[in-house]
């Protein structure tokens, strides 16, 4: 017997031989806002009348309120639309033409659930019928990039979120400390050498160890952006995840997709409307998309950026200051390849009979639309009906 | 037997030693005595991969009583799992008390003050017991069936009550029936609070139908997704069973049928004419799937990719499939023909996580709680009953074969006995075996792991590699350990 498993009967079987084989595209980072984000208090219909009779308390004061101070109305956009004041750090990718918004979009589910929509979405498919993998899952396995790095697909946190299930292995990593042998170093060095010795013939093995090793160079906890004087990474999970997610694309260690959750958006009871538990998830968010920005400008050409969340909330306020669950939500795409500077999709509006039951923002795009464009324009993938079965989809003309 | 005095002087000081260390002891080794330390011989690769499929991994005693009595008498006496003595794990769980307590109990204990809720005791009590009894237990294909089944009815904790519900249906549904009629077993599942929790039958009422719990019993539970059901049969399916829910005030998290829920009328599920009858329509349906061809060829073939390959041989599962029919589904019956017939066909499959970690436990004697499991086992991507979805963690090799990080940490964390609240002493448990020579050692160890000896040359290079000036001969023999576990040839059973 060999340690070092060459016999034919040991190797892996290739279950499913990948449809198309391309170079890699862009790295793609995945933020899922878990809880259903408000997006009407993100992206605000200032425009609209009716926005600010749903929410006569938690309305965003419209850009030109001159009561208001700077901070606590907002920012506008495109004269209609705009930011809440909290997600103004992502202003300078907006003016430069790198973020953009597609509103009004989501998934076709319609129960109310973050547990079912949360997994459709992540499934990518339209019921509990369609296939039991991850979209991202199936992206992967649908692509011959030639990558076998174990850090082709990292999903950030204790495990892997459900979009990355599938047949292509995939990497939980709740920091980048993690990913080596801890211990007595005289015990570490040791078994270093043996698992050179036992894995010499096994490609995912010497992968491993490649990035072993080039992951123990970098320190994490003495990080400098390559742009310093630019807002600077928040010192939250989130942020964290997306400085490390900066670091692996600087390291090339063969990270094709980046998944990171930012939780906590289920706001029924007291959201806040300037400041408070909402704005500061927007804070959280929007700090930590603008420090990766600058952060990467030399790398915005081969990177993509995406932000969906399970779906949106009630247009009009609830009795608590909160908003209870809705339907149509927002994506945001922020990357050197964007259609940006422009707020995308059909506005459905607010109005009476523009609502869907019970009061909520319908759904003009489908989420699929816009990922889909991202897999077959950046990431060489075209063959997004594997990706997405039963689904027909749409060009939303977001990417270039 | 007449003593000494000097003898009795002499036994009397090794007791009062023995007693005086035993009383750090937990109380179950005082009782129970620790884990036996055997002589093994090296098994031949088809035998010690039956062994792997058998157990989460051969013992040292197991390995000798298995090359003493056999496969086939090993298998029988496996099966008839409760002539087992199984007191020493017993003994280790004495202390969990969650794992006896009825719905109502587990709720009382887990509800704090301002209808906050302790959410994380009572699962990971069952995890922790779980993990012990895999580790443990003497019983191990009745521990590996139960896995087998949790991951068939698999139900996630994080989901509402199951936090609780999922304690009672791993000792009612799953413990109950794991090795014996899988009518009882669906039968029981489909009355199981946390099974109807988990896939929103709550919400299945009469005017708003929700087909989740139906479409699962057909396609994940009983026939699969080429069963032959219709989207039809799944709506039918869920009319039938409208109004079955769990009680929530007194008794609760008890199953529960609520007429007024329920919806009127005749139903048609698979061709079957079903006349109003309340509760006793879904029951009706039950026992039709219970026993329906394609659940049998389902249910074998998911045995079989347990058991054997990730592609099952198909003649295998036919037979096992076509003695599920003829016993009304007898488990013991269907797993005779997968391991006497096909245990001689099988191939390697990449070991799951909780398979890895165990396998090594048992291996070496390791002496733990599990707690310290936890964590490398959520990283690999298996702690137990955290799997979201219906369809149970993954038994394809495909789907584990890329993490490796977590496995050579946990390699070298085990072997450097680095984890908390877990020992291992590699000189103890080579005390049969030893000549003190560090490669009879490792010869030693690569056969406790791997079944048999590594080549001289590969044993060498190995030793070569992990052997350093600065270290003694037991982190030497440490290191081993842990590059074998963290080897490619140890992460496949």
């Known amino acids: ?400 | 037997m007449s003593l000494s005095r000097r003898d009795f002087l002499k036994l009397s000081t090794f007791f009062a030693a023995s007693a005086a260390l035993s009383s750090c002891a937990p109380i179950y080794q005082r009782l129970a005595g620790g884990l036996p330390v055997t002589a093994w011989t090296e098994m031949d690769a088809a035998d010690f991969l039956a062994l792997n499929r058998l157990t989460f991994g051969p013992r040292m005693e197991e390995r000798a009583h298995f090359a003493e009595i056999g496969l086939q008498n090993y298998i029988e006496e496996q099966l008839d799992f409760d002539s087992i003595d199984d007191f020493a794990c017993d003994l280790r769980l004495s202390t969990f008390k969650t794992l006896r307590m009825d719905a109502n109990e587990l709720e009382a204990i887990s509800n704090e003050l301002f209808e906050n809720y302790d959410r994380e005791t009572v699962p990971n009590e069952l995890r922790q017991a779980t993990f012990l009894r895999q580790l443990y237990s003497k019983r191990q294909l009745y521990e590996v069936m139960v896995e087998f089944w949790n991951d068939h009815f698999n139900i996630f904790v994080e989901k509402e009550a199951c936090f609780i519900l999922k304690t009672v249906d791993d000792r009612e549904v799953i413990r109950k029936h794991a090795l014996g009629s899988f009518r009882d077993l669906v039968w029981a599942s489909a009355h199981s609070p946390a099974m109807l929790v988990y896939l929103d039958n709550q919400a299945n009422v009469k005017g708003t139908p929700n087909e989740n719990y139906a479409r699962e019993l057909m396609e994940l539970h009983t026939l699969g997704v080429d069963g032959g059901y219709t989207q039809n049969d799944v709506m039918e399916l869920a009319r039938c069973l409208t109004g079955w829910s769990v009680k929530e005030h007194f008794w609760l998290g008890e199953f529960t049928f609520r007429a007024q829920e329920h919806e009127s009328g005749a139903k048609n599920v698979l061709g079957l004419a079903i006349p109003e009858a309340g509760q006793g329509e879904a029951e009706q349906v039950i026992e039709r799937l219970a026993t329906h061809p394609s659940t049998a060829r389902f249910i074998a073939a998911k045995l079989a990719r347990r058991f054997l390959a990730d592609d099952p041989p198909r003649e295998i599962v036919e037979k096992a499939a076509q003695v599920f029919i003829q016993t009304q589904g007898d488990i013991k019956s269907v797993l005779r023909v997968i391991l006497l017939d096909g245990l001689p066909l099988a191939q390697p499959k990449f070991k799951r996580p909780l398979n890895f970690v165990l396998s090594a436990a048992r291996a070496l004697n390791v002496e733990t709680d599990g707690e310290a499991f936890y964590q490398p086992l959520a990283r690999m991507g298996q702690l137990p009953f955290s799997w979201p979805t219906p369809d149970g963690y993954p038994d394809h090799s495909d789907a584990w074969m890329g993490n490796l990080m977590p496995r050579w940490q946990f390699a070298l964390e085990l072997a450097r006995v680095e984890m908390k609240n877990t020992r291992l002493n590699l000189f103890r448990l080579l005390d049969k075996v030893s000549t003190g020579r560090l490669e009879d050692d490792a010869d030693a160890l690569a056969s406790l792991l791997l079944g048999a000896a590594l080549p001289r040359s590969t044993r060498d290079d190995l030793l070569a590699a992990v052997t350093d000036a600065g270290a003694s001969a037991e982190e030497t023999l440490q290191v081993f350990a842990a590059s074998i576990i963290a080897s490619p040839a140890f992460q496949w059973r």
């Open chain 1, 1 to 400: 017997m060999k340690l070092s498993n060459s016999q034919p009967t040991w190797l892996p079987r290739l279950s499913f031989a990948p449809l198309n084989t391309a170079p890699r595209g862009d790295t793609l980072v995945v933020i899922f806002l878990r809880g259903a984000a408000d997006v009407l208090n993100m992206v605000v219909p200032h425009g609209e009348e009716n926005y600010y009779q749903l929410r006569p308390t938690l309305g965003v004061p419209r850009p030109d309120d001159s009561k208001k101070k700077k901070d606590e109305k907002v920012v506008d956009l495109d004269g209609f639309f705009g930011f809440h004041p909290s997600l103004s750090p992502l202003m300078d990718a907006w003016r430069e033409k790198q973020l953009a918004i597609i509103h009004a979009c989501g998934a076709p589910d319609e129960s109310h659930s973050h547990f079912k929509s949360m997994e459709l979405m992540e499934r990518g498919v339209n019921d509990e019928r369609g296939p039991a993998s991850g979209w991202i899952g199936r992206h992967l396995a649908s692509l011959d990039t030639g990558n076998v790095s174990p850090l082709r697909a990292v999903g950030m946190g204790t495990r892997p979120q459900r979009s990355l299930s599938g047949s292509v292995p995939v990497s939980a990593l709740r920091s980048i400390a993690d990913f080596h042998l801890g211990g007595n170093p005289l015990a570490v060095q040791q078994m270093r050498a043996a698992l050179e010795l036992v894995y010499q013939s096994d490609a995912m093995g010497q992968e491993t160890l490649r990035i072993m090793d080039t992951l123990a160079k970098l320190d994490p906890l003495n990080y400098q952006s390559a742009n310093p004087q630019s807002t600077a990474y928040p010192a939250s999970d989130f942020g964290l995840a997306l400085k490390q997610t900066a670091m692996l694309i600087k390291a090339e260690v063969g990270l094709e997709v980046s998944a990171i959750d930012l939780g906590g958006w289920d706001t029924h009871f007291t959201q806040g409307v300037a400041s408070g538990l909402m704005p500061n998830l927007m804070k959280d968010l929007a700090e930590g998309l603008a420090a990766f920005h600058a952060d990467m400008r030399d790398h915005m050409d081969r990177l993509t950026a995406v932000t969906m969340s399970e779906f949106g909330r009630r247009a009009y306020e609830n009795g608590s200051l909160g908003t209870d669950h809705g339907h149509g939500s927002m994506m945001m795409v922020l990357g050197g390849n964007v259609r940006g500077g422009q707020v995308h999709g059909a506005w459905p509006g607010l109005g009476e009979g523009q609502l869907i039951e019970p009061g909520d923002l319908a759904v003009t795009t489908d989420y699929r639309d816009v990922l889909s464009e991202i897999l077959a324009k950046r990431l060489n993938n075209p063959a997004t009906d594997l990706v997405f079965p039963d689904y027909e989809v749409k060009a939303v003309d977001v990417m270039v």
